[in-house]
């Protein structure tokens, strides 16, 4: 069997790889996360502690790392920068220097924000990148040393991801509760991406040598706005959908305006691609009884 670690493990994709993993007999799981569950079956292991992450890694011997952990709240890192700096940088070098003693592989998740979003053409791995906030500066410094400390690695960045947890969707069902007209922001681009999806592709490339930095989002792209739209939609409700610009909605972080990934290295190294964001939507909106 083999032995894969998953850290944030409760989060949006630790969750989406464990319903993909669990019904695999060749893997063994050990999850983990900031917080353990009830059950025990997700244990408390706080990637900032270089000591506890080495003492864990060291003693279960894990054949492959997959990196979910994060500080997510985009907004927040800009007043806590110091703190997301710790998760979101300084977690990933912890997990890289002890998957490199153990010789495992690690698979370390990142985003689009590692880019300023001022490009007209979809993003590919050698575009260069340039975060415009606190969240993406320490997304990219972890990216940094997962690249330094760890030779058997993947860095997969991906944008908009959606799953079991807080995220776009869920505010815009909650909205349409209490709201009969929602605004939304109709002048920033990216691509929907399922956490299912985002799992399956995971899951694909951990099992190759191809070790590198890939982009790994759904295919096609969609404003907020675009994507508000569909999800009322397919949910059949009836809503007003305001658009709006990105001056009209000011937020602390600045998100880049265009940030269109290309999963060239997928495409060209491995022939893999990923679902049209549209249709891993309604999967994923099957699923959740619609
Ligand atoms: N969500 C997106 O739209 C998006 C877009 C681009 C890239 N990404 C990247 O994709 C990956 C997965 O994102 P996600 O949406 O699944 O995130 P998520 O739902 O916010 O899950 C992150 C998990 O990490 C845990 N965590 C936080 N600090 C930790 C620590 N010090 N030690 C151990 N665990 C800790 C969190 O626990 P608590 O909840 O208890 O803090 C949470 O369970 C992340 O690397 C993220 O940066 C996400």
Not at 91 to 106: Q, T
Not at 119 to 127: A, H, I, N, R
């Amino acid at each position: 069997m083999k032995r894969i670690m998953i850290t944030g493990a409760s989060g949006q994709l630790g969750l989406a790889l464990y319903q993909l993993l669990k019904e695999q007999s060749q893997y063994e799981l050990l999850r983990t996360d900031a917080v353990a569950n009830e059950d025990g079956s997700i244990q408390a292991l706080d990637i900032t502690d270089d000591v506890k992450v080495r003492t864990y890694i060291e003693k279960n011997l894990p054949e492959i790392i997959i990196n979910c952990a994060a500080y997510t709240a985009v907004d927040l890192c800009e007043s806590q920068e110091d703190k997301a700096y710790q998760i979101n940088a300084l977690g990933p070098k912890h997990l890289a220097i002890a998957a490199e003693k153990i010789n495992a592989k690690l698979v370390h998740v990142s985003t689009d924000y590692v880019f300023d979003g001022c490009s007209f053409d979809p993003y590919v791995e050698d575009s260069p990148t340039n975060p415009m906030s606190a969240y993406g500066r320490t997304k990219q410094s972890g990216d940094v040393f997962v690249r330094a400390n760890c030779s058997k690695f993947f860095i997969l960045r991906t944008a908009w991801v959606y799953g079991e947890g807080k995220n776009f969707v869920k505010t815009m069902l909650r909205l349409a509760q209490t709201n009969n007209k929602v605004r939304v922001v109709a002048d920033q681009y990216g691509t929907p991406t399922s956490a299912l999806e985002l799992a399956r592709a995971i899951i694909f490339l951990m099992e190759t040598d191809g070790y590198g930095i890939y982009h790994a989002t759904c295919e096609g792209s969609a404003t907020w706005y675009e994507f508000a739209v569909t999800i009322f939609k397919t949910a059949g409700i009836d809503i007003t959908v305001e658009p709006i610009t990105t001056s009209e909605f000011p937020t602390p972080a600045k998100r880049p305006m265009y940030s269109v990934l290309d999963n060239k290295a997928l495409r060209e190294r491995h022939n893999y691609y990923m679902k049209n964001w549209k249709d891993a939507f309604f999967e994923y909106m099957t699923k959740e009884g619609f």
